[in-house]
């Protein structure tokens, strides 16, 4: 057909490659390697723009734990208090730590479940314009990247244990008389 072109993939050493393809006849303008597609402006520009956008998802991450720090900071005198009372009303312990389980758990996984729609809602829209060389196959491959999202979903297991734990024994720790003069 008119204007249809054929693409040779070679795997192996470049050098060897490209001299054998001299003998056959092609000139360096036929072919190109990986280093030098890598090399391209084009490709380290989106390269490196992909790699400050994974580092503001990072920073957003670490906002989102920052954030979660300053809930239960500004929540301490009030669950004291509360815990305080409930443990006179027969609240056990462990039903009190469930539910601090429960509520950083919950606004942690829905911080992450957040992120990762909404980060695969923009990867999908911007996906049919990343590709760098449209003329050489093959496309850009859309993929979850499960590598980052399982250490993010153990980063919020860790998260909530450890800081329902610490709010568990800051209320148990709390003196209810100071807590009540604070609060008058």
């Known amino acids: 057909a008119a204007g249809a072109i054929a693409s040779l993939w070679i795997k192996g050493d470049t050098g060897g490659i490209t001299a054998s393809l001299a003998d056959l006849g092609f000139g360096p303008d036929d072919s190109f390697s990986a280093e030098s597609v890598l090399r391209n402006p084009a490709f380290v520009a989106v390269s490196r723009t992909f790699r400050f956008l994974e580092a503001l998802g990072s920073l957003a991450a670490l906002l989102v734990l920052v954030g979660t720090v300053l809930y239960i900071q500004s929540r301490q005198r009030p669950r004291a208090l509360s815990y305080a009372l409930a443990r006179r009303m027969g609240l056990r312990r462990k039903a009190h730590f469930a539910a601090l389980v429960i509520e950083l758990g919950c606004m942690l996984a ?22 760098l060389l449209p003329n050489v196959p093959p496309e850009p491959l859309l993929r979850v990247p499960f590598a980052a999202t399982v250490p993010a979903t153990v980063i919020v297991v860790l998260a909530t244990s450890v800081g329902a734990a610490r709010a568990h024994r800051t209320a148990e720790r709390a003196d209810v008389a100071e807590v009540l003069r604070a609060d008058g």
């Open 110 to 131: 829905l911080a992450l479940a957040t992120g990762l729609v909404l980060g695969g809602v923009a990867a999908r829209l911007v996906y049919p314009y990343v590709d």
